[in-house]
């Protein structure tokens, strides 16, 4: 196993910090848990790995079937629907997402390792091991159907590590990644401080976090289906307010039709 995953890894059971071990099965040396993998690595807490997804949308990503035609269809579906075609369109589509968060990241510029945090089925995991061939790449998410298919399509990227675990309780130890990516996603969370409250945690001083989220849908039909989903808003001058309240500052965001793009620093 590689050798910087395992020394920013955190036991899931104990919160011990480099005490996983092991070539291709992992094992805590401080409490004894097996991990198991299965292509990605199972770091959800033990406890709490029953629990069940609690919004619909969640239980959606859990499904198989929506995993392999999530890419494809769902993503541009939705993101078109409660975003508007300035979300991708106005910059190529999901090249020009792509080229965003990989230039906001500074990718190029700095050695990792880096975090697509909810990577789904490893799209920007893709694009950021392409951009970061010597670095570290770590996909994490909860949803096991989208690990299996992120497994599938990052197979030959010798630079990607996929993990599944909770946004909200983190793996990983302290200061541990360059940057980190987090697309789409905020709507989800259940507790969205507490996800920045980790972020700030597992970032270098210094290092970005950059993710994007849906603002007010343009259209009539988009706010009534964001809705009726349950899909939670935010608004720049909101997000700039909690992310400095855990430490996350230098806030800058860049509107993409109803979505937008944000970057901070760990401060
Ligand atoms: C709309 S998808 C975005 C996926 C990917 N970032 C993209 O842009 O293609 C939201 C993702 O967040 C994941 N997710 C939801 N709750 C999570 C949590 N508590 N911890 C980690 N990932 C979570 C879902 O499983 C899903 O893959």
């Known amino acids: 196993m590689d050798p910087t995953l395992l020394s920013i890894l955190r036991c899931p059971r ?56 999530y890419e494809r269809l769902w993503r541009p579906t939705f993101v078109r629907l409660l975003a508007g075609r300035g979300a991708g369109g106005a910059v190529g589509g999901f090249a020009g997402e792509l080229f965003i968060h990989k230039h906001t990241l500074a990718i190029d510029d700095r050695p990792g390792p880096w975090l697509d945090l909810s990577c789904g089925t490893g799209l920007f995991v893709r694009a950021l091991a392409a951009a970061a061939p010597g670095s570290l790449v770590v ?28 946004a909200h309780t983190l793996p990983f130890i302290d200061g541990a990644f360059t940057g980190i990516n987090n697309v789409g996603a905020l709507h989800v969370y259940d507790d969205v401080e507490q996800v920045f409250r980790e972020v700030w945690r597992v970032l270098k001083p210094g290092a970005l976090y950059v993710g994007s989220t849906f603002a007010e849908a343009p259209s009539l039909f988009g706010k009534v289906a964001a809705r009726l989903a349950g899909i939670r808003r935010f608004e720049p001058d909101q997000l700039r307010g909690q992310l400095a309240r855990v430490g996350l500052g230098e806030f800058e965001s860049l509107p993409l039709g109803g979505a937008f793009i944000f970057r901070a620093r760990k401060l």
């Open 14 to 69: 104990c919160g011990a910090g480099g005490s996983l071990t092991g070539a291709r099965a992992l094992a805590c040396a401080a409490c004894g848990l097996e991990i198991a993998r299965d292509g990605y690595l199972d770091l959800l807490d033990p406890n709490r790995a029953g629990e069940p997804a609690t919004s619909t949308e969640q239980r959606l990503m859990e499904s198989l079937v929506v995993a392999r035609i």
């Open 139 to 166: 996909g994490l998410d909860i949803a096991r159907a989208m690990l299996e298919v992120a497994e599938r399509r990052t197979k030959g990227y010798g630079n990607v590590a996929l993990i599944r675990g909770d």
